[in-house]
Structures are given as C-alpha cells and as structure tokens.
T-cell receptor
Framework: RKEVEQDPGPFNVPEGATVAFNCTYS??????FFWYRQDCRKEPKLLMS???SGNEDGRFTAQLNRASQYISLLIRDSKLSDSATYLC?????????????FGSGTRLLVRP | DARVTQTPRHKVTEMGQEVTMRCQPI?????VFWYRQTMMQGLELLAY????????DSGMPKDRFSAEMPDATLATLKIQPSEPRDSAVYFC???????????????FGPGTRLTVT
C-alpha cells in the first residue's frame, strides 16, 4: 500500500464548477500535511498547508480528517488557470522528520 | 521574491560523462533536498541536508551519485558516470527547517532537465 494515495484523475470540469480531491495516508503518526500544485513541465509549488482546524485561502479550502486519515482540497469557481496536477503531501513524525512523502497527484482539467 | 535557483536548466550529455547540477537555496533556509522526477516513478527523494550536514541519502544510487553542500548557498548533485536511465528532471528544494508551522514546508527550484544519450 502506498503511503499517500490519490485518485490520478483526470477530473474534467467546466469553468465555474466546484471540484474536490481526496487523499488518504497510511501512517497515523503523520503530523504535517500540504497540497502542492504542479503545472506541466514545471516544479511543484506549495499551494497550502493543511491544519487540523481546516483552512481556507480564497477559492481553496483544505480539510484534515485524522480519524479517517484523509485530506481534502476543495476548489470553488474553477478557473482555466487551475488546470494542473495537485499533489497531496505528508510529513511523518520521527521518520527523518524533514522528509515529505508525495502522492502521485490528481490531474485537473478545467474546460471553457 | 526569494526563490530556489538551479543550473543548468537543461543538460544533454552522452553516456559515461560526468554531470554536475547546482542549486542555490533560499537565503536563510537550512534544509535542502534533491529530488528526481520521471513519468514512471513520480517524485523521488534522493538526498537531503540540514545545516549543510547530510541527513539521508538512502534514495540515491551510491555508486554513481554524490550530493554535497560546500557552503550554505550552494548544493551540488553529481552523476559520474551518467547512464541513459538517469534521464529525468532533477529538482532542488529548500525549507526553513526551523520551529513554527512552516518547519516542514519545501520550496522547489525550476529543475534541471537531464537527457543522457
């Protein structure tokens, strides 16, 4: 079983739609969580950290469910520019603690 | 706008040649990471440093790869000799590595696209 699992997609949605991605992680000791965004042929970029209380940044909302060991990312009012691959990322307590474990990514295509 | 920089951005070389990739982390960051990304394997961690000391290089083929941090502003990744299977995008990332909520965040450079023929 992979440490971080994501649906690879692609999610194909029209502009203005709301789309949600989920990600599950296997290590219950995981302590820090992130969503990164990667455009084609570009580097991963930190989109947002995910806090226990959940957090929102404009059209993006991230939630953490520790009991079920999953993280979600909600994108409202999708824009064409949101088309990218979204990487779910986890840090594990006590395991060379600065390492991040990256999921394989979920691809989002926003169409006009 | 602080960024991680990497050179070269593209490198084409023949099998058997030495390849050196360089990275300048964000000023003040004390963790530096080297990753490799291919379509088949996704993003793989090769090695990382904290305060210039190597902490983990278990993801790196030791016989041909080496990673160093000669000073706080420069990290290098060398492949000698290079092989066609080393063709990939190599990313460097740096992070604050200090107390606080941002401790584990990582910021990536633009990558070096390596092709070994």
């Amino acid at each position: 079983r992979k440490e971080v699992e994501q649906d690879p997609g692609p999610f194909n949605v029209p502009e203005g739609a709301t789309v949600a991605f989920n990600c599950t992680y296997s290590n219950s000791a995981s302590q820090s969580f992130f969503w990164y965004r990667q455009d084609c042929r570009k580097e991963p970029k930190l989109l947002m950290s995910v806090y226990s209380s959940g957090n929102e940044d404009g059209r993006f909302t991230a939630q953490l469910n520790r009991a079920s060991q999953y993280i979600s990312l909600l994108i409202r009012d999708s824009k064409l520019s949101d088309s990218a691959t979204y990487l779910c990322v986890v840090n594990n307590r006590g395991d060379s603690s600065y390492k991040l474990i990256f999921g394989s990514g979920t691809r989002l295509l926003v169409r006009p | 706008d602080a960024r991680v920089t990497q050179t070269p951005r593209h490198k084409v070389t023949e099998m058997g040649q030495e390849v050196t990739m360089r990275c300048q982390p964000i000023l003040g960051h004390n963790t530096v990471f080297w990753y490799r990304q291919t379509m088949m394997q996704g993003l793989e961690l090769l090695a990382y440093f904290r305060n210039r000391a190597p902490l983990d290089d278990s993801g790196m083929p030791k016989d041909r790869f080496s990673a160093e941090m000669p000073d706080a502003t420069l990290a290098t990744l060398k492949i000698q000799p290079s092989e066609p299977r080393d063709s990939a995008v190599y990313f460097c990332a740096s992070g604050p590595g200090s107390i606080g909520r941002a401790i584990y965040e990582q910021y990536f450079g633009p990558g070096t696209r390596l092709t070994v023929t």
